[in-house]
């Protein structure tokens, strides 16, 4: 169809992980989410925020999510001008690509990571360049001085798990001409983070979400950290309403009850580690992960047909059908209980 821009009309859309209609009756492992509740601070305040009879919402909530700002500064120890709300992290990287990228200049990321990143890309008319990996977990050929206008770093990496250590990343920034990108989104679940490094570096940019470790995907709440200049820009590219009431008030609520959120994520981390060693101890690979998710390979197991297995009992996993990772499987981590049934099924599987 002419009406449409050639690299629109011939893209592939992003495939997001499946989501199942009767998704009580499964044991969801394939996309990552929290398996855990949100804060009841959360619902409370979301409720508040209604009002008798939805009252609130017929005006429209703050374009600039003032308050939002302000408790994640608080947070992160930034003033609030360093940072940008977002309707789910995707809008901000959306928005990233618009605002560095024009159509045919190029941006980069890592083989495996977020492939969203390639259809924001495409929809912009951008280049994409990958890089794979090496076994001491490095990037692969990544060159002295990157040209690129933007490259994706996710850290710590998913599909895979391991985080990039902060003195690697640190010479990355200083060998990309453009900006680099954190896509920190399992940060809360590692040892460490990246964040020092946009204090330093006025090309790097951290980005977080509200979706995995605060248990919020159903909310869309995502956020970047980067110099004022850099989110003076996002902020004229965004929709000027881009979080509604409920979203604004569920994430200051979410921001601010640090307890829940440090139980929640410590009980994440055991179960990984017990279940990590667990599949060890049946003949699987598990790369040691710093995220709510294993990576899981076994030399005499094909993945496809484990995720079958486990599909047939109701329990979904993540299996890609590239080259590089169909031999294994993503397995997020639910509870524990959830991932002692998981554990089981693998074994009932053989
Ligand atoms: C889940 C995920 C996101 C998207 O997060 P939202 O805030 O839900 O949009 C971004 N990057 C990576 C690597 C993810 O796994």
Redesign the pocket.
């Known amino acids: 169809m002419n009406l449409l821009r050639p690299n629109i009309a011939s893209m592939n859309g992003y495939v997001p992980g499946f989501q199942p209609a009767d998704i009580a009756s499964w044991i969801k492992l394939n996309t990552?989410e929290n398996s855990y509740p949100p804060s009841p601070k959360v619902v409370e305040a979301i409720l508040a925020e209604l009002g008798p009879d939805g009252a609130s919402l017929h005006t429209y909530p703050s374009a600039s999510s003032q308050k939002l700002r302000e408790a994640a500064g608080e947070l992160y120890g930034f003033d609030p001008s360093w940072i940008i709300m977002a309707n789910?992290?995707?809008?901000v990287?959306n928005n990233l690509i618009r605002a560095c990228a024009a159509e045919g200049e190029e941006i980069g990321y890592v083989h495996p990571?977020?492939s969203?990143y390639a259809t924001l890309a495409e929809i912009q008319g951008a280049r994409v360049r990958t890089y794979g990996l090496t076994d001491d977990f490095r990037i692969a050929g990544f060159p002295e001085r990157y040209e690129g206008k933007i490259f994706f770093l996710?850290t710590p990496n998913?599909p895979l798990g391991p985080a990039f250590p902060v003195e690697y990343i640190e010479e990355l920034a200083q060998r990309c001409a453009g900006m680099l990108v954190l896509?920190e989104?399992?940060a809360d679940f590692a040892d460490g983070n990246a964040l020092d490094l946009v204090r330093k570096y006025d090309n790097v940019v951290v980005t977080r979400?509200?979706?995995?470790s605060y248990a919020l995907?159903g909310m869309?709440?995502?956020l970047a950290i980067a110099h004022p200049e850099i989110i003076a820009a996002l902020d004229k590219i965004r929709d000027h309403y881009n979080l509604d009431r409920l979203a604004q008030a569920a994430c200051v609520a979410a921001l601010q009850d640090q307890a829940y959120l440090k139980e929640c994520c410590g009980k994440i981390r055991k179960t990984r580690e017990w279940f990590s060693a667990e599949l060890r101890t049946i003949g699987y690979n598990v790369i040691p992960s710093q995220g709510n998710y294993v990576f899981a390979a076994s030399p005499d197991r094909d993945g496809k047909r484990i995720y079958e297995g486990l599909f047939a009992r109701k329990i979904l996993v993540r299996h890609f059908s590239d080259t590089i990772l169909c031999h294994g499987l993503r397995i997020s981590i639910g509870t524990q209980p959830e991932m002692e049934k998981t554990l089981a099924a693998i074994k009932e599987i053989g």
């Open positions: 990552n789910g992290s995707d809008e990287l990571s977020y969203y996710t998913a896509d989104t399992y979400t509200l979706s995995k995907a869309r709440l995502g």
